[in-house]
């Protein structure tokens, strides 16, 4: 293999669970401060349109890893398992000399059939992740869920490959970060010349929505400002302002710990030669339409936030790019940073040009992108639903600012972004709207059959009921 790995840059993966997009300060976000963050999106790449095309953990993190659709990563659901002959962004970089790690949550090892889910050794918190089911990944400081941040587990490999379990100390989002600064370090020391592909993968802001003490002090429940979609029902307004203080905090220690990275790059002499991408699997509606948690395609839920900071960036001049940038485009465009081809399986679109130069047109971005639900979890027996929506669905959102959803059989949501970014108005069933709604249709069955969907669409835009 002829590899030229001194002259590939490192990547690192900061992906923090359930964090919207509009929760940061440079988003105007009067709650919470992220001068981290912001930092990063003034002095690196902020895509200020990125979304989650299917807002719920375990899909978006199986399309993330293989750069495929839900429905044909092997992870459509919660609990899904990744298929051990998925071919992953970590399979990629090691085939170019890259060393790579995984530490924090993965959630994608899922109800496997083999295991004897009433053995408390299979239990999320705790399960051991054999090497064959790890993605491609080297190095290895993981647990499959967790929804303790104080109360946190990891496993490792011990020096003769034997299992080991260790609890972390305090904060999950700072003890991640004390083990992943720890691998950057050991690399740097031991193959400098080795290109690293490193992932921090943490919980927060994830619920319980909790934080160190000195960071749940700034946040009061009756000072939070709700978003104006949220409906004036006592009993949601209080709840969400409950939960948001928590949200917010976590987030600000999640800002503290980017820092922490960043910093230590540049101790190292590593920030030139590094991308740094944040981004986030979902979001949380916090009470807007009177909803909570994730799955909806809503802003709040689908929008998250996706930073990246690297060795191409010239200028402080503040480079947004209104990529529509989803879930299965992460992996190619993160190879493409590197100089590496995806392979053909990876169905998403490549945006390292975007990141390198701020140069390149924006008519060449796609126009729209793809939502989808395959398995609500109300749909999964065994389970206890989440709160969400109760039923599959598909959609898009275009990049100049409509979206268009539909159930099973039936339309379901229509919105103009651009005069609407609140969501106040479904235009969906307005006889005024047919036009649009026919071409937002059109759209959409043209995602599904070109992603090999088999999600049945409401009646043709040909057939009389949709004529205006």
């Not at 060393?99 to 009433?118: C, F, Q, S």
């Not at 990891?154 to 992943?180: C, I």
């Not at 319980?208 to 749940?216: G, I, K, L």
Request: glycine share 6%; hydrophobic share 35%.
């Amino acid at each position: 293999m002829n590899v030229n790995v001194q002259q590939r840059p490192n990547v690192i993966w900061i992906l923090v669970d359930q964090m919207r997009a509009q929760a940061m300060s440079h988003r105007g976000d009067p709650n919470v401060s992220t001068p981290n963050l912001d930092r990063m999106a003034i002095d690196g790449v902020n895509f200020t349109q990125a979304v989650s095309g299917t807002p719920l953990c375990c899909p978006f993190r199986g399309s993330m890893l293989t750069g495929r659709y839900p429905h044909l990563s092997s992870v459509p659901a919660l609990n899904s398992p990744l298929s051990v002959d998925a071919v992953t962004v970590a399979h990629c970089f090691r085939d170019q000399g890259y060393r790579t790690a995984y530490i924090g949550k993965w959630h994608v090892d899922g109800n496997r059939p083999e295991l004897d889910m009433k053995d408390p050794r299979n239990n999320k918190e705790v399960r051991f992740i054999p090497r064959e089911r790890r993605g491609g990944f080297e190095d290895w400081w993981a647990y499959e869920n967790n929804n303790q941040p104080f109360h946190c587990y990891v496993h490792t490999d011990g020096p003769s490959g034997e299992e080991q379990l260790f609890r972390l100390n305090g904060y999950e989002t700072d003890a991640l970060t004390d083990l992943f600064l720890d691998w950057v370090k050991r690399r740097s020391e031991l193959a400098p010349e080795q290109p690293f592909f490193g992932v921090l993968s943490v919980q927060p802001p994830h619920d319980p929505y909790v934080a160190p003490a000195a960071d749940m002090s700034r946040h009061r429940a009756a000072n939070v400002e709700l978003r104006p979609n949220v409906p004036p029902v006592a009993g949601i307004r209080e709840r969400a302002q409950a939960e948001l203080a928590g949200y917010y905090a976590a987030i600000e220690r999640i800002d503290f710990n980017v820092g922490r990275i960043r910093d230590e790059l540049r101790r190292l002499g590593l920030d030139q030669n590094t991308y740094v991408v944040f981004f986030s699997d979902h979001g949380d509606m916090h009470g807007s339409h009177g909803q909570f948690r994730k799955m909806a395609p809503w802003e709040e839920s689908i929008r998250i936030p996706l930073l990246v900071s690297g060795p191409t960036r010239k200028s402080y001049k503040t480079q947004e790019c209104p990529a529509l940038l989803n879930h299965v485009d992460i992996a190619p465009t993160t190879l493409g940073l590197c100089g590496i081809q995806p392979p053909a399986s990876m169905q998403g679109f490549d945006y390292s040009p975007w990141i390198v130069s701020s140069n390149t047109p924006e008519q060449d971005l796609p126009e729209s992108a793809y939502l989808s639900l395959p398995v609500p979890t109300a749909m999964q027996t065994g389970l206890i639903p989440e709160e969400g929506i109760d039923r599959p669905y598909r959609g898009i959102v275009t990049r100049d600012g409509w979206k268009y959803v539909a159930m099973e059989s039936q339309p379901w949501l229509m919105y103009n972004l651009g005069e609407d970014p609140y969501e106040t108005v479904n235009l969906a069933y307005n006889v005024f709207y047919q036009a649009k709604r026919r071409e937002l249709h059109t759209m959409l069955l043209a995602w599904i059959e070109q992603t090999e969907d088999t999600f049945v669409l409401p009646q043709s835009p040909d057939s009389p009921a949709w004529k205006g």
